[in-house]
């Protein structure tokens, strides 16, 4: 009965070291994309009014991008500017407010958006994770800002990274990461022309 006990206790501390491990590296992807997003969000520069909120066009190619007032025209000679959550929500009259995001100056309809990815002359969708209503849906080449702020796209295979398929490869791809983070090609639009490195990673 002991031999047996044995057995199963560490059979239950493999399974638990291998959920931890395998656990352990999803998470850690899933920091680099979000590291991806964070990054992308500030790169812009938009002007903030008094109350805080970032204002401008809607040029950005990626939702986390935008500014939270959003130009949408001019009443009178006054600017107008749409809320963030009211560009990117249902179609149909929004309001439009002034540079102080408060005052009701108009109004605006709002078309349909077509959130599918663009995709380049080699075939490959590109833009933001953000946008990706799941891992799978991401585009193939992931917008990125590279270690001296070039804004461009890394491959999402790159991101990846190889997957385990059992719990040995998962705990030797957890121990073989580097200690500095890893280093990745940015490439341009096209997914060949290498742009920058993208760093993820260490400290």
């Known amino acids: 009965m002991s031999v047996y006990s044995k057995r199963i206790r560490i059979i239950i501390v493999g399974v638990v070291l291998t959920i931890c491990v395998v656990g352990g590296t999803m998470a850690f992807q899933s920091d680099a994309k979000s590291t991806i997003n964070q990054s ?41 500017y749409l809320l963030k959550k009211d560009y990117l929500g249902e179609p149909g009259g929004v309001p439009l407010y002034d540079v102080d995001g408060v005052n009701i100056i108009g109004s605006l309809y709002i078309s349909p958006k077509n959130m599918n990815y663009p995709k ?31 804004v461009g796209y890394v491959l999402k295979k790159d991101l990846d990274g190889e997957q385990p398929k059992t719990p040995e490869e998962a705990i030797a791809i957890q121990n073989s990461r580097p200690p500095g983070g890893y280093d990745y090609p940015l490439y341009d639009v096209d997914g060949k022309t290498v742009i920058g490195v993208f760093h993820i990673g260490g400290n």
């Open 120 to 150: 380049n002359k080699n075939g490959q969708t590109y833009g933001s994770a953000a946008d990706a209503t799941s891992p799978e849906t991401e585009p193939d080449l992931i917008q990125a800002e590279g270690v001296d702020g070039t």
């Open 40 to 80: 992308l969000t500030n790169s812009l520069n938009y002007p903030e009014n008094e109350r805080g909120q970032t204002f401008g066009s809607a040029e950005a190619t990626s939702v986390e991008m935008l500014p939270d007032l959003i130009h949408g025209g001019s009443v009178n000679g006054i600017k107008g």
